[in-house]
């Protein structure tokens, strides 16, 4: 029951916006309390919602994105006024970015002083700031407006290429009382609110065409596949089709890492020498070489390779954004793979033989290397012979969430641990963000109660390390996983003046992570090799109990800037 003054005949902000919410099957709020959110969560969590309260705001609005992606409806972030709103702020633009749906949703000052900047507490424009960074913003000035207010949002999140959302909510707001009757009846739930968007029939038949007569063809698979939850269609569709497919980072496990028809251990093979690639819900960025130069198999960095591109998205403006795009299919992915399984007819011929038999020998080859590599066991832990481990944990647990950022703590653990099922791999998406580590972890645990490991490079960590106290005090199955290589990429950069302080990419030696969890009362173990790492592992998945490893890596072992040494100018400089 709710603890509010509320009488029956009347009804406030905080309730309509409760109700709102819940009417449409909204069940968890990630926040941070202050004025005028505290009194607003604390009567959510009075009315039944589960509310999640962080340290940090930008963590609470990572949680609410990852939770939007898990679950294909908007996760909810409450945020104060002005500074609090400004931390939310990068988790709705990082979920933007990344075609998460969620709605940040921030109490405002008083709009009459704001707007003569007549300096009210935590003062700001909000509403003005946050429009360009997100797909749709929306401010409630009235209560009878809140159900359109909310409903606007959820729509505009979750309909068409989702995205992150911004409600503006003044603090006058919360305590305006209206009729409850009419209160009632001016909230709305929303009906489709994700509408399937079918894709024109003769758009498949052109893109089937392609694929029918390529001699050389490629499925790339990206995170708006894995979140599009279409996943009984896409496998009917790789398996019908037999066509090798590549999973981007989030898209691992869509299929499961070790089917016979991925080509990710013969991954720069196939992107070159593809003559006919199918993008489904993935985009030509930085992250697939913009479609083209060496990467494809073009001659310079700026010439198209030879392939003639399909791209299946529900953006029909993301086509042509890189390269020309011989076959778009705009529609949502469940209803365009399908339209693509019916298309495709009975008498479907696979791939030539010579195709996929030069990507399964490639494979093989790179595999047996990889596995070579990953049985060494050298004296000081390294990347390979850590990951090894947490390699076997996933394999035997594949419904545990793996959260994953860094630079070669990120790189190493996409290439050497496989998913086996789908949207179990949260990273750092299109930006390449630090920071998110926690806060996915705790949406991921909180949304789902699956086990969840979180691998982090020692920087990534510390970007939202002390959430480590929110996954106590909510007692969540999450196991922290800290590649402790004492630094920034690695630990034994040098002053470069030859000064006695650190580079600037060195931290502390040796440092204690592990302490940071067991001052909140979860486990923290060291463990300085496989062995030690392989029984921390099993016991935090066993045990459930919220715990941090940290875990020794050869301060030598990584590369500046992991994958991405090309984009670093200090390296281009160097090669040219
Ligand atoms: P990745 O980084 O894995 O390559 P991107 O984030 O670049 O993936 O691409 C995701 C794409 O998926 C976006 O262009 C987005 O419009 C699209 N998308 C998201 N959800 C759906 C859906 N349900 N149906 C079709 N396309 C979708
Ligand atoms: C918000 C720049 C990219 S990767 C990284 C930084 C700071 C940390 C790499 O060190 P880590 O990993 O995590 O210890 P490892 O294994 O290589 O040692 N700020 C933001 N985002 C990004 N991407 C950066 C800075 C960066
Ligand atoms: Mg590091």
Same mark, same amino acid.
């Given at each position: ?12 902000g905080?309730?309509l ?69 400004l ?59 809140i159900?359109?207010?909310?409903? !606007?949002?959820?729509?505009?999140? /979750? ?15 919360? @305590? ?6 009419a ?7 929303? /009906?489709?609110?994700?509408?399937k ?20 063809p490629l ?5 708006g596949?894995?979140?599009?939850? @279409? ?38 093979y ?6 006919v ?64 399984n ?23 080859k ?33 419904? @545990? ?34 920071g ?18 979180? /691998? ?11 959430? %480590? ?38 931290? %502390? ?34 045990? !459930? ?17 992991? !994958? ?13």
């Open positions: 029951m709710s603890t509010d003054t509320q009488d029956r005949d009347t009804t406030d905080f309730h916006v409760i109700n709102a919410l819940k009417l449409n099957d909204i069940d968890t709020i990630f926040a941070l309390p202050g004025i005028p959110i505290t009194d607003f969560l604390r009567q959510a969590q009075g009315e039944g919602m589960k509310v999640i309260s962080f340290r940090h705001e930008q963590h609470a609005g990572n949680a609410a994105a990852a939770a939007g992606f898990i679950t294909g409806k908007p996760g909810i972030c409450f945020t104060v006024s002005a500074p609090g709103f931390n939310g702020l990068t988790a709705l633009a990082n979920a933007t970015t990344n075609c998460f749906p969620m709605i940040l949703i921030s109490g405002s000052s008083e709009r009459e002083i704001v707007d003569l900047q007549q300096g009210d507490y935590e003062e700001m424009d909000q509403l003005a700031i946050a429009k360009p960074l997100c797909k749709a913003a929306f401010r409630v000035l009235h209560a009878e407006d159900g359109v207010g909310i409903a !606007r949002a959820i729509r505009s999140a /979750v309909s068409g290429r989702p995205g992150g959302v911004y409600l503006d909510l003044p603090a006058k707001l919360f @305590a305006q009382v209206m009729d409850a009757e209160g009632k009846k001016s909230l709305i739930k929303v /009906v489709d609110p994700a509408p968007q079918i894709p024109a029939p003769d758009a498949v038949m052109r893109a089937v065409d392609l694929l029918k007569n390529a001699k050389k499925v790339i698979l990206g995170k596949a894995a979140y599009a939850q @279409a996943d009984a269609e896409i496998k009917a569709f790789v398996e019908k089709s037999g066509i090798p497919y590549l999973p981007m980072s989030m898209a691992k496990g869509l299929l499961p890492d070790n089917h016979n028809q991925s080509a990710s251990a013969a991954r720069s196939v992107l070159a020498e593809a003559d690639v199918m993008l489904v819900g993935a985009r030509l960025n930085w992250l697939l070489s913009h479609g083209k130069g060496k990467t494809w198999g073009g001659s310079s960095s700026k010439d198209a390779g030879k392939q003639q591109f399909i791209q299946v998205d529900i953006s029909p403006t993301e086509a042509d954004s890189n390269v020309a795009i011989a076959a778009p299919v705009i529609g949502d992915i469940g209803s365009c793979i399908s339209a693509f019916q298309a495709m007819g009975s008498g479907w011929n696979k791939p030539p033989a010579d195709w996929t038999g030069a990507i399964a020998e490639r494979k093989d790179n595999l047996t290397k990889m596995a070579e590599t990953l049985a060494k066991n050298p004296p000081v832990m390294n990347f390979h012979s850590a990951l090894n481990v947490i390699r076997d944990t996933v394999k035997d647990n594949p419904k @545990a969430y793996l959260v994953n950022e860094g630079a070669n703590a990120l790189d190493f653990t996409r290439s050497i641990v496989d998913m086996y099922e789908p949207r179990r791999r949260l990273d750092v998406g299109t930006w390449g963000i630090m998110i580590g926690m806060g996915f972890a705790v949406a991921a645990a909180a949304v789902t109660g699956e086990q969840v490991i979180a /691998v982090e490079g020692d920087s990534a960590f510390g970007f939202s390390g002390m959430e %480590v106290e929110t996954i106590c005090r909510y007692n969540l199955p999450v196991c922290v996983v800290v590649m402790n290589n004492n630094g920034i990429y690695k630990g034994t950069d040098v002053n470069a003046s030859g000064g006695p302080e650190m580079a600037p990419t060195q931290f %502390v030696k040796n440092a204690r992570y592990d302490m940071m969890m067991q001052a909140f009362g979860g486990v923290g173990v060291v463990a300085k090799n496989p062995e030690e790492l392989r029984k921390a592992l099993a016991e935090a998945v066993s045990s !459930r109990k919220p715990t941090l490893i940290n875990a020794i890596i050869d301060e030598t072992a990584g590369t500046e800037s992991g !994958r991405i040494t090309s984009l670093n100018p200090a390296m281009a400089k160097k090669k040219a």
